[in-house]
């Protein structure tokens, strides 16, 4: 076999991997949505306790996000990625051996931390593996993700119905800890580690001039946050509208089946650098169209109001979701990007925690679609400013 019939060879395992880690990733995150707060009830956790048994999960990836991207940036991709899924994968077990909701509580802050580490070294290493086409391979991501999205809730739930929680919880943590061995084993190693060993703090990352033509860290991570605040409230507003309403689970659960599909579907066909004039202009729409379909949520009556909101969220999630990775990747140099990516997961993470709180404080009067709007109209006002002002400063 010749050497460029090898490195094919080689390329297409490491694109499998990837794909590997990419569905088996987030299965924790998507597989236990139907069955964590009636789990955390069974232990005795009232209607409060289990939303934040629910929640402290992405508040406690965020906070450990800013501490993830200096590991990467210091130890490599490969060995943080498999030891943070293997470590994921040994908490997810003992999600079903605890007796108190505490118990599960702490279990969450744990996991939420260490699963801070697999997610920014997930989408470096595809951004570092794939410099040919770094933007199918970001959106082919994405999409994947959307499918488990679509895929494990359902899937959970039947598991759980029929063997119980702590069956579904230890099935996902065999899968995790076989990945991680295989990501171990599989993956090679594509940083290369700084000379010097002057510590990077992630805030400096923020200070960083952007590398020629990109937009500054800023501004990708200020829509980041206009993303997942309007996506956080939705996921808060939208059920809430419709039992109101009358509209059962079953419609319910069609309706964010449909905007996973829509976002995989985008995120799939999305194949060129240019297309509607490159990664920054599609977030930007992206945003946008959230936008206007956080206002659709509260301007049309129902149910045509609901349709249209998930059809704009849907579109528009699927064009910002995989840009504002790349731009993440490809903003700054090669040193300081699991630094980027952490960022931009913490931003992310911090857009789901604000966005159903805020939502959920509001007086009854005060719709929570518009305030949804008003945030991500925003943070798509700041961060065009702030690349605007950029270029003209050159």
């Not at 279990?107 to 939420?112: D, Q, S, Y």
């Not at 290369?192 to 510590?199: E, S």
């Not at 992630?202 to 952007?210: I, K, T």
Request: include cysteine.
């Amino acid at each position: 076999m010749s050497d460029s019939e090898l490195q094919v060879e080689r390329g297409t395992a490491v694109q499998a991997v990837l794909l590997l880690v990419t569905l088996v990733a987030f299965l924790d995150t998507f597989a236990m949505v139907p069955v964590l707060a009636p789990y955390a009830q069974q232990l005795g956790a009232n209607e409060a306790q289990a939303g934040l048994i629910v929640g402290i999960y992405s508040l406690a990836n965020m906070l450990a996000s800013l501490g993830a991207g200096v590991l990467l940036d210091r130890l490599g991709r490969r060995v943080p990625l498999a030891l943070s899924l293997m470590a994921a994968a040994l908490l997810i077990a003992l999600y079903g051996l605890v007796r108190s909701w505490g118990g599960l509580l702490l279990m969450r802050i744990l996991h939420g931390a260490s699963s801070a580490v697999f997610v920014p070294a997930l989408f470096t290493l595809v951004g570092e593996h794939n410099a040919s086409n770094r933007v199918w391979a970001m959106g082919r991501t994405g999409a994947t993700i959307g499918l488990v999205a679509l895929l494990a809730p359902p899937i959970g739930g039947i598991v759980a119905d029929r063997w119980g929680e702590p069956a579904l919880f230890l099935g996902i943590a065999l899968l995790m800890a076989l990945t991680g061995l295989m990501a171990l084993l599989g993956l090679p190693e594509s940083h290369r580690r700084p000379l010097h060993k002057t510590p990077v703090h992630p805030f400096r990352v923020l200070r960083q001039p952007p590398l020629t033509g990109e937009p500054p860290i800023v501004s990708v991570l200020l829509l980041t946050l206009g993303i997942t605040f309007a996506m956080g409230m939705l996921t808060y507003r939208l059920p809430v509208m419709l039992e109101t309403a009358g509209y059962n689970a079953a419609y319910r659960g069609r309706l964010f089946g449909l905007f996973a599909l829509l976002s995989v579907l985008v995120m799939a066909t999305v194949r060129r650098r240019a297309v509607l004039g490159g990664a920054f202009q599609r977030a930007l729409a992206g945003v946008g169209l959230i936008m206007l379909g956080a206002l659709a949520l509260e301007a049309i009556t129902l149910p045509y109001g609901a349709w249209s909101a998930v059809v704009l969220f849907g579109v528009g999630f699927g064009l910002c979701f995989p840009a504002v990775h790349l731009l993440a990747y490809e903003s700054v140099e090669s040193h300081l990007r699991g630094i980027a990516l952490a960022l931009l997961y913490a931003f992310y993470s911090l857009g789901y925690v604000l966005g159903p709180i805020g939502a959920g404080l509001l007086p009854a009067n005060l719709p929570a679609g518009w305030m949804g709007a008003l945030v991500a109209g925003f943070c798509l006002l700041m961060a065009f400013t702030l690349r605007e002002r950029l270029k003209s400063d050159l």
